[in-house]
């Protein structure tokens, strides 16, 4: 077990695309894997990208709580989903709906910003055993997916911002919810 440190926005490893890993059963990448696991479970967020724990490789975990899918859907019984790993991800935006959404990141610690993304997402990735993946997703799923994926092309949230007035510190987000009508 290992808690990874974190690179924040500013480090080169966030900046470079990330190199392809070559086999995903390998057990590098199985220790890597369990390590992310073990940094996400500690600092509590939704996903992780290998870069972010200074490993330029392209591998992305991360889970979907239930409870952001309820806050989401509001109809049906909502299913989360599960912790996932993604190697060699690839997405392909299913149609051309645009929506807007706040995202926070491990790598930019304390700000959300207003990100806009695709709505509906099909992608496919290897699994840590060599297994092909390929899922569709929508919403919050797709968000965090094209989120943890972008960060393998160098790509921070803010960076895929059109409105940098929607930057602000979470505090202060938090403090002043509610007077400004937001997504
Ligand atoms: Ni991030």
Do not use: W
């Not at 992305?60 to 109809?75: L, N, S, T, Y």
């Not at 930019?108 to 709505?119: D, E, T």
């Not at 569709?136 to 160098?154: N, P």
């Amino acid at each position: 077990m290992a808690i990874l440190k974190i690179a924040r926005m500013g480090h080169p490893v966030l900046k470079r695309r990330a190199d392809p890993v070559e086999d995903p059963s390998s057990p590098e990448i199985s220790r890597l894997i369990n390590d992310m696991m073990d940094t996400l479970a500690d600092v509590g967020g939704v996903g992780l990208a290998a870069p972010q724990v200074h490993v330029p490789l392209r591998v992305v975990i991360f889970h979907v709580p239930k409870a952001r899918m309820e806050a989401e859907d509001g109809e049906g019984p909502a299913i989360g989903v599960p912790l996932t790993v993604l190697i060699n991800p690839e997405i392909e935006p299913l149609d051309d709906e645009i929506e807007e959404g706040v995202e926070a990141c491990l790598s930019v610690p304390g700000l959300a910003g207003v990100v806009p993304r695709y709505n509906h997402i099909r992608y496919r990735a290897q699994t840590p055993a060599g297994e092909p993946l390929d899922r569709v997703a929508k919403g919050f799923h797709a968000r965090v997916v094209q989120h943890e994926c972008d960060h393998l092309d160098g790509f921070l949230y803010p960076m895929r911002m059109n409105d940098l007035s929607k930057l602000s510190f979470v505090e202060e987000l938090k403090r002043y919810a509610g007077e400004e009508a937001e997504d």
